[in-house]
């Protein structure tokens, strides 16, 4: 079964950034998209977690076209069925590890994790508060959040940008056992092929084309 289809994805600022992409994710599947720097990889990731419109092209999401969604119907897909790790992580900064989580888990009526906490290496720090976590520590948290929504699909921007090679491998393992057992797929923008290579499949964006590469 498919979680995403997007086709003919086209994309254009002041100039077209990139043109007809197409790109299919299936339950339990891992997908990894590498390019240079200024490729237009967050964008086209945005794209496809529906939070910026293409200016060509069709996302669609459990068998729901993006475009014919009201905002209700739309807003209610990125609580429940969207998980989005961004390159820059949003956490409450005055709040403590543990209430950044709660918040989500309270939104979307789901429990608390104790051994994902356990896993992220994270459950001596959850009463921190964020300002006094350290730059890898807030991403694990970050991801501890989004984990805690039981997303249908994660999309992450550079996840492991402030990781170590082992705790970014260990990260990756996380994500694994996360959408095999909930029957979710994984969508990662990386800079680094190792990570890539833990993936199904490999897209390079480069000139403006989406190209299979593994
Ligand atoms: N909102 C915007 N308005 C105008 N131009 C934008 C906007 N967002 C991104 N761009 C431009 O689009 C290009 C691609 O940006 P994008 O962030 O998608 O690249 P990227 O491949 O993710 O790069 P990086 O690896 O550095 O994160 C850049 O030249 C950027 O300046
Ligand atoms: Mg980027």
Redesign the pocket.
């Known amino acids: 079964m498919y979680l995403l289809r997007a086709t003919d994805i086209s994309h254009s600022?002041?100039y077209e950034?990139f043109s007809n992409l197409s790109l299919s994710l299936k339950t339990k599947e891992k997908i990894a998209i590498t390019?240079v720097?200024?490729?237009?990889?967050?964008?086209?990731l945005h794209i496809l977690a529906t939070l910026l419109k293409p200016t060509k092209g069709d996302v669609n999401i459990l068998s729901k076209d993006i475009a014919s969604l009201n905002m209700k119907q739309l807003n209610s897909m990125r609580s429940k069925e969207i998980g989005i790790i961004f390159?820059a992580h949003y956490l409450f900064k005055g709040f403590s590890a543990l209430e950044n989580v709660k918040v989500v888990s309270i939104l979307s009526g789901t429990d608390l994790d104790e051994q994902l906490f356990k896993k992220l290496n994270i459950s001596h720090v959850m009463n921190n508060k964020i300002s006094n976590l350290s730059g890898g520590q807030q991403q694990r948290v970050s991801i501890a959040r989004v984990l805690t929504k039981k997303p249908a699909i994660i999309f992450a921007d550079?996840p492991t940008g402030n990781l170590d090679a082992k705790t970014a491998n260990e990260l990756m393992d996380i994500f694994d056992d996360y959408i095999i057992k909930n029957n979710a797929g994984f969508i990662i923008?990386t800079?680094d092929d190792s990570i890539a290579n833990k993936c199904d499949k490999i897209f390079h964006l480069e000139n403006k084309e989406l190209n299979r590469v593994k």
Do not use: I, P, R, Y
């Open positions: 600022f002041d950034l390019g720097s200024g490729s237009g990889k967050s964008t086209f390159q550079e923008v800079h």
